[in-house]
């Protein structure tokens, strides 16, 4: 079905990604239940007033550095980034040379062939990930999320994987990496044992990160250390809920 919003509308944004996630469930890109993880998002992203929240800005700065810190560096794919970021992510692996692997939760090889596709027309030179390929898995984890590339997250230090579940988060923290994450819930199990939880809708973190890695490759190696270990997680969090009462704490005054 095809809808015309037009561009004056307040939420014409919102909705034409609503329409291209529902357009990229057709085309099996995104499963089903990433709608709903997606209103899920937007419900946060209300809280936030659809800006990127001031304490998201040190966590994209640390994310940034860990990234040009790592030695193997990885971008995870699923099917809501594929279907919303594509070019971004491709554009990220050129910028820090990280390879990208598709990694799906609804599992199929059919799905993984279609997001590989996708990214490959953004520009994407290999996409790790896809059917036998990935042969090793994280261990602890029951879904088929836990299989994984051995070429890609099985050997990388650092994975950035947004929009991701807790209990994967927490596979591959257990297994000694680094993960980076973009969750619009700061009270999500994903973004309270990530490494590092990017709070704010990956449409507009994928700009902001490509911007300051751009910004960071002209610093030393000590500055990114520097970064990161001026950055604690829970501490962002807790920044970032406050943010959020505070905003609420607001409106029930003035209700508006
Ligand atoms: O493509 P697949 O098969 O790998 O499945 C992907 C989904 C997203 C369906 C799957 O990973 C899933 O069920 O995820 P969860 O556990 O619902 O977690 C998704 C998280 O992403 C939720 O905490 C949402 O708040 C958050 N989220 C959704 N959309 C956005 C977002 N965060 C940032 N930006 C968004 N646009």
């Known amino acids: 079905m095809d809808i015309h919003v037009p561009k004056d509308h307040p939420?014409?944004?919102?909705?034409?990604?609503?329409?291209?996630?529902?357009?990229?469930?057709?085309?099996?890109?995104?499963?089903?239940?990433?709608?709903?993880?997606?209103?899920?998002?937007?419900?946060?992203?209300?809280?936030?007033?659809?800006?990127?929240?001031?304490?998201?800005?040190?966590?994209?700065t640390a994310a940034a550095s860990s990234l040009l810190l790592a030695r193997h560096p990885v971008l995870s794919?699923?099917?809501?980034?594929?279907?919303?970021?594509?070019?971004?992510?491709?554009?990220?692996?050129?910028?820090?040379?990280?390879?990208?692997?598709?990694n799906l939760f609804y599992r199929t090889l059919e799905r993984e062939q279609t997001i590989a596709k996708v990214l490959h027309?953004?520009?994407?030179?290999?996409?790790l990930g896809v059917g036998e390929a990935a042969s090793e898995t994280v261990p602890e984890i029951g879904s088929e999320r836990r299989r994984i590339d051995p070429r890609g997250i099985g050997v990388a230090d650092v994975v950035f994987v947004p929009l991701e579940d807790g209990d994967r988060t927490e596979g591959l923290?257990?297994?000694?990496?680094?993960?980076?994450?973009?969750?619009?819930?700061?009270?999500?199990?994903?973004?309270?044992?990530a490494s590092i939880t990017i709070v704010d809708n990956?449409?507009?973190?994928m700009p902001l990160l490509l911007k300051e890695i751009a910004r960071l490759q002209e610093e030393s190696k000590k500055m990114y250390e520097k970064f990161l270990n001026d950055f604690n997680n829970t501490e962002n969090l807790k920044a970032e809920l406050r943010f959020i009462a505070d905003r609420l704490n607001d409106f029930s005054f003035t209700g508006e």
Not at 30 to 39: E, F, K, N, R, T
Not at 121 to 127: I, K, N, S, T
Request: hydrophobic letters at 45%; a neutral charge.
């Open 11 to 60: 939420r014409y944004q919102s909705i034409t990604i609503r329409e291209q996630l529902v357009d990229a469930v057709r085309q099996m890109i995104v499963a089903p239940a990433g709608l709903i993880a997606h209103g899920r998002g937007e419900a946060f992203d209300y809280l936030f007033g659809e800006q990127t929240p001031p304490p998201t800005f040190s966590a994209i």
């Open 77 to 102: 794919v699923n099917g809501n980034l594929a279907a919303l970021c594509a070019k971004d992510v491709v554009a990220l692996s050129g910028l820090i040379g990280a390879p990208i692997e598709v």
């Open 121 to 127: 027309d953004a520009g994407a030179e290999e996409v």
């Open 173 to 193: 923290i257990a297994m000694g990496k680094t993960v980076i994450t973009v969750d619009l819930n700061p009270l999500s199990r994903t973004a309270r044992r």
């Open 202 to 205: 990956i449409i507009r973190v």
